[in-house]
């Protein structure tokens, strides 16, 4: 890979320059296998000089899959052209993009390659979201968790998050990514915007190379403080898109998680074109405030504040935290409130049951949904009079309020809360 | 004696024996086909000549009690499960034929549990050979492999009833643990230290095994009240310091699930049963002890509670979710089978609206009526379903015997039969070609809820029609098949030996299948 268009003083060269004194191991072991490894594997791979290939599978699915998993195991190791070694697939009932992760990380541990082992990528999964999406709910997966992952899209999440830095632990970082790289090939997402969080930066630029040649919709970046991180990751984004061709949008969403970071919220938040959201992370927000998280939120109402007010003067989505309690969904319900009354446009959820109660209490009511009716009513009047200025009564009505009221009704649709047709027999 | 013989193809197309353990057998012939003739079975007449005249029955301890009741080479032994994994008893009754060098006897538990993992080396010596029940756990593996040295048969709670009534098994010592009981054999499952709620499994057993032993931790002066078993089928009381570890009836399935994916399917179930007009005031159910079964009974309860309605009755087995719907006063009763925590049976103690029944009253075959057929709906869990609508629930899909039927079989007359269960399980697709085991005719089976859609059978022409333009996800089970696999991809047809290690019976009586033996 050419990188030399990156700006000097990039920290991504210095990550990489790091990365060539890592040293290579003699025997790869990548995956997780044992009594809570549901849907994974464990890996261990073992160069060898003679013998051929010994492959052993131990699976609980082997009188259903151990033929397959055989075949995708000798597919990965002549792929990479080992023609002697020791295989051991500890497995629990991975899937074939679980097992073909696990693989190539155990066997990267030990030989350097730029080769890719990739699956056909779902056609699905090369769809492309607006700038503007629904962004109501985006539901964290640790990324090297597979057994969350299958079944994450049928809770109908705005966003599915495969999540690269906090929900992994530093040990697993190398091998997350493979993961995360074949999900987005190969992980049903029913119709999620397709989002990564990386990690911090310059970690996360390495990220991306997992990342941006397989059709992610939005990347996150987590404890951005200020615009030159977007800088520098849409600088390595613009490589990895040149170098595969790629036109299809990236949009960028950075967590504003730090006293700097609120401060810089605007600056970050109109430094780029592809910032769709910006979004506040309070965990650690209010340690680095040198206090503590709490229900009333009253320690958070300054930095919400500033991230609703620096998306809206940017013309970005402003997005809200998690709700940590995922046993409280009352407690949520009045969070999701408080959220929607402070500016916020979703917020984050790491329980897939918290995400009705999000879209529930997002979702426009019936006193928006009026008044959005009423402007998107004038506005087709004013159309259909060739008038230039769109009037509700002795009020003007300016293009933001009309976007936004067409907004309303579209969101009221697609949720069930107004009919399709509601303009039929309507007089405009 | 061989383990079975003259294999034939019965009407569900499965290959079967027509000699079981040197018994004739009668191959499954269709649902409602095999209709018996003649008498129910006659136990032995007794004459209170043979017992003491103050009612005092007990024995010095069970060893003694088993001697008198004449214990001996090949015969039949039976227990009940309400103990469940806590059960004390049927492990000493072995522990004893073993000691005195008994052997061939035939075991006819209501189930087995993992906690009787213990009797394995009796199995082997020959002390056991086989056991005509449900197999759980250690003993369904070891069935599994071909290690029994009889052929196991596995029959629903209501056939296994019917097998005692109508004779095809003939217990000769019955081994009743009674959480409470006095000298003449009077027993309940409501009293004392270890109450288990019942004893209705045990019912059958007292009735027409030829010796019955009645053992307790907690023998009280007459009359033990209420007399769950009669003393007056009972030969010998022995008193023992524990009976049977109450706080093992509670077992992890039985409390809701915290599974969002579960939780989805319990909703997705709640919802399909609302939009077919299933549930209305006054409508019954049953519901398993399943963590999504449970869970679909709370939102039965949330849409009892929206529209005003109460439910007429719940079937159980009862634990605490089911009591907190009967005592706010959205069920009137609730008919148990088996209480499967200590508020099951807290309320069974002192509910008059909470009934202790059997598997004579709810759900034998050859009665004069059928409660199932008269339920609303039931929700039964599933190992395999395949794209008939056929079921497993005894078997895995790499062949293995790990789960008992229960009531599961007798359960599929009611009004709507659902199935909710996931698409697939630890890569292995629910939803298959063929069943592995055929436990449950397709015909019976009226609704497979997954958490990415719903299959109705096309039998069930009226409740496609209600619920046509509800909004559900309604597929058919073909296209849930094929988004199962496209997940997990498709799986091999499990290899399985020629050696037939169990059958199971079918509610009549009749063979509805084999258990083939796993090669390992």
């Known amino acids: 890979m050419n990188l030399c268009i990156i700006s000097e003083n990039s920290p991504y060269i210095c990550w990489q320059i790091l990365s060539q004194y890592l040293i290579m191991k003699t025997i790869g072991i990548a995956g997780n296998f044992g009594k809570n490894a549901k849907s994974d594997c464990r890996v261990t791979f073992e160069k060898k000089t003679e013998g051929g290939l010994q492959i052993e599978i131990r699976s609980k699915v082997n009188a259903l899959y151990g033929k397959s998993i055989r075949k995708l195991a000798e597919n990965v190791l002549h792929f990479f052209d080992i023609e002697n070694a020791g295989f051991l697939i500890e497995d629990s009932g991975a899937v074939d993009f679980v097992l073909a992760a696990r693989m190539e990380a155990a066997i990267k541990q030990v030989i350097e390659t730029e080769k890719e082992y990739l699956l056909p990528q779902l056609s699905e999964n090369t769809s492309s979201t607006e700038k503007d999406a629904n962004r109501f709910s985006r539901l964290y997966l640790p990324g090297n968790t597979p057994k969350l992952m299958l079944n994450a899209g049928i809770h109908k999440p705005n966003g599915l998050i495969l999540d690269l830095e906090d929900a992994v632990a530093p040990d697993k970082k190398f091998e997350a990514g493979f993961v995360v790289r074949n999900a987005l090939r190969s992980l049903h997402f029913y119709n999620a915007e397709r989002m990564v969080r990386i990690n911090q930066i310059p970690k996360g630029l390495d990220d991306l190379r997992f990342i ?45 998680e730090s006293a700097k970071g609120v401060m810089n919220a605007y600056e970050i938040a109109k430094s780029a074109e592809n910032i769709a959201a910006i979004a506040i992370g309070l965990e650690d927000y209010t340690a680095d405030l040198g206090t503590r998280r709490t229900a009333a ?97 002795s009020k003007m009505i300016d293009a933001p309020v009309v976007k936004r009221a067409q907004n309303t009704i579209h969101l009221a649709i697609n949720m069930g809360k107004l009919e399709d047709s509601w303009m039929d027999g309507l007089e405009t | 004696m061989k383990k079975y013989d003259k294999l034939t193809k019965n009407a569900a197309g499965r290959m079967v024996p027509k000699i079981v353990n040197g018994t004739e057998q009668i191959p499954f012939q269709g649902v409602g086909k095999y209709k018996p003739t003649g008498r129910k079975f006659g136990p032995r007449i007794s004459s209170c000549v043979d017992y003491p005249d103050d009612g005092n029955k007990t024995a010095k301890d069970l060893k003694e009690a088993l001697i008198k009741s004449g214990l001996k080479d090949g015969m039949t032994i039976s227990t009940h499960h309400h103990f469940r994994n806590g059960d004390l008893i049927a492990n000493q009754i072995f522990d004893i034929a073993h000691e005195l060098g008994v052997k061939n006897l035939r075991w006819y538990p209501s189930a ?39 052929l196991g048969v596995l029959r629903s709670h209501g056939g296994r009833y019917q097998a005692i009534q109508d004779g095809e098994v003939q217990i000769d010592i019955s081994v009743i643990a009674a959480p409470t009981a006095d000298a003449f054999g009077n027993a309940n499952g409501v009293n004392g230290d270890a109450a288990c709620g019942l004893l209705g499994f045990a019912l059958g057993d007292s009735q027409y095994a030829d010796k019955v032993i009645v053992v307790t931790d907690n023998l009280v002066p007459f009359p033990a009240i209420p007399w769950q078993i009669h003393g007056n089928y009972v030969d010998y009381v022995v008193e023992v310091e524990k009976v049977g570890l109450a706080e093992r009836i509670i077992s992890g399935t039985t409390r809701i699930t915290k599974s969002p994916d579960r939780l989805l399917i319990a909703e997705i179930t709640a919802k399909f049963c609302e939009a077919a007009g299933l549930i209305y005031d006054g409508f019954s159910y049953q519901a398993g002890a399943g963590g999504t079964a449970l869970s679909i009974g709370n939102y039965f309860g949330d849409i009892l509670r929206k529209n005003n309605w109460k439910a007429r009755f719940i079937r159980a087995g009862s634990n605490q979710y089911p009591v907190a719907l009967l005592e706010e006063g959205l069920v009137e009763y609730i008919l148990d089978g088996q209480t499967f925590d200590l508020e099951g049976v807290r309320s069974m103690r002192e509910n008059p609206n909470h009934i202790n029944t059997s598997p004579f009253t709810s759900y034998n075959y050859h009665g004069k009526g059928n409660f199932a057929s008269m339920i609303d709906i039931v929700v039964l869990g599933a190992t395999e379903v395949d794209v008939n609508f056929n079921a497993n629930v005894v078997t895995h899909s790499d062949g ?41 005719p397709g015909e019976l089976i009226d609704v497979i809820v997954t958490e990415r859609g719903i299959a109705i059978n096309p039998l069930r022409k009226d409740l496609i029609e209600k619920v046509k333009d509800s909004g559900l996800p309604i597929k058919t089970i073909e296209e849930l098949k094929a988004e199962g696999e496209a997940i997990c991809g498709v799986p091999e047809k499990p290899q399985l030996g020629d050696e037939i290690i169990a059958v199971i019976k079918w509610v009549d009586g009749t063979i509805i299948d084999s258990v083939r033996k796993v090669i390992t």
Not at chain 1, 217 to 223: D, G, R, S
Not at chain 1, 235 to 248: A, L, N, P, Q, T
Request: hydrophobic letters at 40%.
């Open chain 1, 212 to 256: 941006i040649p397989h059709h992610a919709n939005l990347i996150i970046l987590p404890k951005c403080e200020s615009a030159a991180d977007i800088k520098w990751v849409n600088e390595v984004i613009d490589v990895h898109k040149k170098e595969h061709g790629i036109e299809h949008p990236v949009w960028l969403m950075p967590i504003i």
């Open chain 1, 297 to 393: 939120g009253t320690e958070s109402f300054f930095a919400r504040s500033m991230v609703v007010n620096a998306a809206r003067a940017a013309g970005v989505q402003p997005i809200d935290s998690v709700f940590s309690d995922v046993s409280d969904m009352e407690a949520l319900a009045e969070n999701v409130k408080v959220s929607k009354g402070l500016g916020f446009d979703g917020m984050g959820c790491i329980h897939p049951r918290q995400i009705e109660v999000i879209h529930e209490n997002f979702a426009p009511e019936e006193v928006e949904i009026e008044r959005a009716k009423k402007i998107v009513l004038a506005f087709k009047e004013a159309e259909k009079k060739g008038l230039g200025v769109v009037s509700l009564g």
């Open chain 2, 112 to 150: 087995s549990f993992p906690c009787q993992e213990h009797l394995i080396p009796y199995l082997e010596d020959g002390t056991i050979n086989r056991i005509e029940g449900s197999m759980n756990g250690p003993l369904g593996k070891f069935a599994s492999e071909g290690k029994m040295k009889g």
């Open chain 2, 400 to 440: 293995y015997l790990l789960h008992g039927i229960g009531g599961w079989q007798n359960c599929l007359f009611s009004k709507c039969t659902i199935l909710p269960i996931p698409l697939f399980r630890d890569r292995i697709p629910v939803i298959r070609d063929e069943v592995t085991t055929l436990c449950g």
